[in-house]
């Protein structure tokens, strides 16, 4: 018996973009017709790498692309990427939820997926009807369940509510108790999503505690996706760094990360150029770039270079600039004062190069939107959200569950200390 | 490691297997279309159950008259129909009491449009769940069949209940004979028949919603071409043919015959239904089969 538990050869995973309507009989039975004759997809030859910021010229994707990895036993294995990278497909077919397009996977072991928990729950059943469907459906068989049925109980804290129907439960509890069911699921494979970003902190820090446990205690494979990074590094000796569809990376998880975020950065400083008529402008955004973007212990400084047109002479003009949510809401705005930027001839283009000092925010993903104008509410030119950045890490060092906006965008400093 | 062993699945002897490695389970894009995978769904048997049971409870809790309902609903049904159908219309009953008449045609009836009804939207209705943990999706299909039989089981009762006051009345026509021997039978070529119809529809619907547009009222159409309403002996002429190619006509008819003693019956019916049933199943089979690995992507 070899010590491998999960062996992914050459996997590969075909998508058809946009919806499925007229058009797609005709396409499908061309494919029918292909397979027929023994040759290949005619679509899937034009399916492109993955990349969802760039509008493509087919409808067909690969999310996953020619991905390959060994899990051992024993290992807990951690897959990061950027939104859309293909890690929940990857996921997914390793779950037997969907296929894969080609490639294969080996399995050496009885496998149990989490990507969501309380699957199943049917609000009109009570808790313990609950227990007994969501557990066979996760795959344990009744006795299996009831002889840990107190255990999960125990562990959820419902006691009081198990003859209840689920949907009298307060969210919290309705999370508990799912939670509780599959924590004592015992595969010798366990793969997890982002469960963990459901729930409060003390719940996940159970969640996390639970799958710590269930890794170094018993010894299993768990492979772990998350975009917390200080949960990845915690639990995970390697990682993979997925990449619009490919393994980009893979090794000790605190290189993997290392990686990712360099990579991050790059990537989110993107450039912004003004495409439209220049013969009316009369003060105007050419360009603008993200230059840098460093954090310190206490803020976080970004540098942008912006290029404006002056035609016009406009007194007393000023910029602002926004910094937006992936919601569009405005967080904060800053007014950079330049004395210079009032002064300038018609006919010219200037460069500015603009710094922002950010507290320390929460990551996520956060806009730039560039206002120019005369006094008060004139508005001359008005640029919205061009520039995109994204926080990958947490301001909050070793921080063990994930950030929500919930309790607001900005971690400011703080300490404490025995006050004597 | 007797456990992991429960899942293992030959490597196709297509593709060289060079590792000599045991694996317990091997992911790939296409397997054997008839392997169904049987093993697995017998490792899940509780979860059918617990299905059926959550159909059960979830549909008559907080009603008042709960399980009632599977009374009142073909009672009604029957009392309209020997309303419409028998004063109005004055349609025949081979001289049988119209409530039992009605009733037996009904029973049978629902039990087959419901089966099919509930399966063809298997994966519609259960895109949530399946997206986000595999167990055997014929579980599902299997828990309708289940779940309805147990439905069947009771409107039966209600249909025996009638059926005997008639019977000891007496002077009603009735005429029960040997076949009634045949019912378990009946019962399984029709459970199978919308079983394996009801795969079909649900693997096309999770592509082309169009099919699900199409069941709804094709199966209240399908109704009217079979002898729910109307005895097949009073049909002559081209549409007899029409209404024999229908594989329920056979079924209800036998039905009626055994129990009421008129009706039309031929063993040639009902192989032709029986065959018709396999043949069915297996495409069901198949088709379900290939979609149950992917249908996430499109549904």
């Known amino acids: 018996m070899s010590d491998i538990a999960i062996k992914v050869e050459n996997l590969g995973k075909l998508y058809r973009l946009g919806e499925v309507g007229t058009g797609t009989i005709s396409q499908d039975l061309n494919r029918w017709w292909a397979r027929v004759r023994g040759k290949e997809d ?38 990061i990427g950027r939104n859309g990278a293909g890690k929940s497909t990857l996921l997914k077919i390793l779950s037997k939820i969907t296929a894969p397009t080609t490639g294969k996977i080996k399995i050496d072991g ?69 939670f509780a069911v599959s924590a004592f699921l015992e595969p ?9 970003a459901v729930g409060d902190a003390e719940f996940q820090k159970k969640c996390l505690g639970r799958m710590k446990d269930v890794s170094v205690n018993d010894g299993r494979t768990i492979l772990f996706v998350s975009h ?44 912004w150029k003004y495409k439209g008529d220049m013969s009316k402008v009369s003060l105007k955004l050419i360009s603008a770039e993200i230059n840098e973007i460093s954090a310190g212990e206490k803020n976080i400084s970004i540098e942008i270079s912006l290029t404006y047109f002056h035609n016009l002479i406009h007194k007393d003009s000023f910029i602002a600039v926004d910094l937006h949510d992936s919601r569009e809401n405005v967080l904060m705005q800053a007014l950079p004062t330049l004395d210079k930027f009032l002064k300038f001839r018609s006919n010219e283009y200037s460069n500015y190069k603009l710094s922002i000092e950010l507290p320390p925010l929460i990551p996520g993903e956060y806009f730039v939107s560039f206002w120019a104008g005369s006094h008060n509410d004139q ?40 006050n004597n | 490691m007797d456990s992991t062993n429960v899942l293992t699945k030959p490597e196709r002897p297509t593709l060289p297997s060079v ?134 089981a009771i409107q039966f009762g209600l249909f025996v209940i009638v059926w005997l006051y008639y019977l000891l009345k007496g002077g009603s026509g009735i005429h029960p004979n ?6 378990p039978v009946l019962i399984i070529i029709m459970g199978l028949m919308s079983l394996g119809l009801g795969m079909i529809f649900s693997a096309m619907t999770t592509k082309y919603r169009d099919l699900a547009m199409l069941l709804a009222f094709g199966v209240q159409l399908l109704m009217y071409a079979t002898p729910v309403i109307y005895p097949l002996s009073s049909i002559t002429g081209k549409y007899r043919l029409l209404i024999l190619a229908n594989p329920m006509t056979s079924i209800v008819e036998s039905f009626r015959y055994a129990f009421l003693g008129s009706g039309t019956f031929a063993w040639s019916y009902l192989v032709y239904s029986l065959a018709f049933t396999i043949v069915i199943l297996l495409t069901g089979i198949i088709i379900f089969n290939r979609v149950q690995k992917s249908f996430t992507d499109t549904v």
């Open chain 2, 178 to 183: 040997w076949f009634i021997a045949l019912t």
């Open chain 2, 19 to 152: 590792e000599s490695e045991e694996w317990t389970e091997v992911i790939q894009p296409r397997t054997n279309l008839l392997d169904l995978g049987l093993k697995d769904v017998w490792r899940y048997r509780d979860l059918v159950m617990l299905f059926v049971r959550r159909d059960f409870v979830s549909t008559y809790k907080q009603t008042v008259l709960g399980p009632i309902w599977f009374f009142i609903q073909p009672l009604l049904t029957t009392i309209t129909y020997v309303i419409i159908f028998g004063n109005v219309a004055k349609l025949s009953t081979d001289g049988l009491p119209m409530m039992v008449f009605y009733l037996s045609g009904i029973t049978i009836w629902n039990y087959f449009a419901q089966t099919l009804t509930n399966t063809s939207t298997v994966f519609r209705d259960n895109a949530g769940m399946f997206g986000k943990v595999y167990f055997p999706r014929l579980t599902m299909p299997l828990s309708i069949v289940i779940s309805n039989l147990v439905r069947f």
């Open chain 1, 110 to 178: 009885r496998i149990a997926s989490l990507l969501e928990v309380g699957t199943g729950f049917h609000p009109e059943l009570t808790g313990r009807e609950n227990i007994f469907l969501n557990g066979a459906i996760l795959g344990m068989s009744k006795a299996e369940i009831r002889s840990k049925f107190d255990e999960i109980v125990d562990f959820s804290g419902v006691e009081r509510y198990i003859d209840t129907p689920v949907k009298r439960y307060s969210s919290g509890m309705y999370v508990r108790l799912a």
């Open chain 1, 228 to 271: 917390d990074m200080s949960a990845i590094q915690r639990l995970c000796t390697q990682s993979i760094l997925l990449n619009k569809g490919v393994v980009g990376f893979s090794g000790y998880t605190g290189k993997v990360i290392e990686k990712y975020l360099t990579e991050n950065h790059q990537s989110a400083s993107l450039k």
């Open chain 1, 379 to 418: 508005t001359i030119d008005f640029e919205n959200e061009i520039l995109r950045f994204e926080i990958v890490e947490s301001p909050t060092e070793g921080r063990l569950f994930p950030h929500t906006t919930d309790h607001g965008y900005v971690v400011p400093f703080s300490s404490i200390a025995p």
């Open chain 1, 42 to 79: 005619p679509f899937a030859t034009i399916g492109e790498t993955n990349d969802r910021t760039s509008k493509g010229t087919s409808d067909f994707v690969w999310s996953l692309k020619d991905v390959n990895f060994e899990v051992k036993k024993g290992e807990v294995l951690g897959i």
């Open chain 1, 188 to 196: 010798e494979i366990l793969i997890v999503d982002e469960v963990l």
